[in-house]
């Protein structure tokens, strides 16, 4: 049987990120072509230009929060549809060259997230070491590993010591047990089949600003028991005060609760950009209360064409 894409994906690199681990866990295959890109927009910019089936990019954060690149990527351009999610345990260590003890350490390069995320271990076992900011820390890795590199060492992920053949000295020395979603985006296509356990993500962009907007929105999701797990606003870039929101909720677009209140957002926003219907990585089926099961909205709907027919 024709595969219908290449075996071929991107990810936010360069190789050892966490977006690489999270890619090469969902695809469970070692044997994939995946390529690093050099931020989430190059990444996604290649899905649309039909470069690559699929990218892993970072969406949110369970102690810096969401993504802002990744956010703003999705609500723009060309649409893009989210194919599946990934959730990774984020998991530090200090990566240095062969030899470099605890005590060499002066100067240490990461990502600013993952340097925030392990200030208390920092402040504990160096002190007085001065710090500068990375690209990943993936990237801060590969430098450290260059010969001319000022670095004595990286705040990175484990798989990026294997990549660019550092040694660890310091290991899960993040302060707080962390977690990163991670997002498998493609071209726009057809959701896949709802488990019963799924998730829908949008990008709703209000008309003009008015009293009681916002409660416009959440009441569509409200009144047919659809519940949010995720919204944010973040600025369209159209002025102060121009906001679109960036939102998760549980359920299907094929589940009548779903598309009932997708259908009254296209009524009440000026846009509703559908960014797909994806499998729950953690499998849980939402609570459907009284009244907006999928028998229940067909049973409403019949009654409601016998009443226009007489038939009431």
């Known amino acids: 049987m024709t595969e219908l894409l290449p075996l071929r994906y991107g990810f ?40 690559i089936a699929g990218a892993m990019v970072p969406l949110e954060n369970s102690v810096e929060g969401s993504v802002a690149a990744t956010l703003d990527a999705l609500a723009s351009g060309p649409s893009l549809m989210i194919l599946a999610e990934s959730h990774v345990q984020v998991t530090f260590s200090l990566l240095v060259r062969e030899g470099t003890q605890l005590a060499d350490v002066r100067y240490v390069t990461t990502h600013p997230h993952a340097e925030a995320q392990c200030r208390g271990w920092l402040a504990k076992h160096l002190p007085d070491a001065q710090f500068a900011s990375a690209a990943s820390t993936a990237a801060a890795a590969a430098d450290v590993a260059s010969s001319s590199s000022h670095f004595d060492a990286a705040i990175a992920a484990p ?29 726009p296509s057809a959701p896949p089949p709802a488990t019963g356990a799924d998730k829908t993500s949008l990008v709703l962009y209000m008309g ?59 009524r009440v926003c000026a846009e509703v950009r559908f960014l797909g219907s994806y499998p729950s990585v953690d499998g849980v089926t939402p609570t459907i209360r009284r009244g907006v099961a999928d028998e229940e909205f067909r049973d409403a709907q019949a009654w409601l064409a016998r009443v226009r027919d007489g038939r009431g």
């Open 12 to 51: 936010l690199g360069p190789e050892g990120t966490f977006s690489e681990t999270a890619l090469l866990g969902w695809l469970g295959s070692p044997t994939a072509d995946v390529v690093p890109h050099s931020s989430v927009i190059s990444a996604l910019d290649a899905v649309r230009a039909g470069e």
């Open 159 to 187: 798989l990026a010591g294997r990549v660019y053949g550092l040694v660890s000295i310091g290991e899960n020395i993040g302060d707080n047990p962390a977690e990163t979603r991670f997002v498998l985006v493609g071209p």
């Open 208 to 266: 003009e600003d008015h009293p009681g907007a916002l409660l416009e929105i959440l009441t569509e999701f409200a009144v047919r028991g659809v519940n949010l797990t995720r919204i944010e606003s973040r600025p369209t870039g159209g002025g102060i005060g121009d906001y679109f929101f960036s939102v998760d909720i549980e359920g299907h677009v094929d589940d009548a609760r779903v598309g009932e209140a997708l259908m009254g957002l296209r």
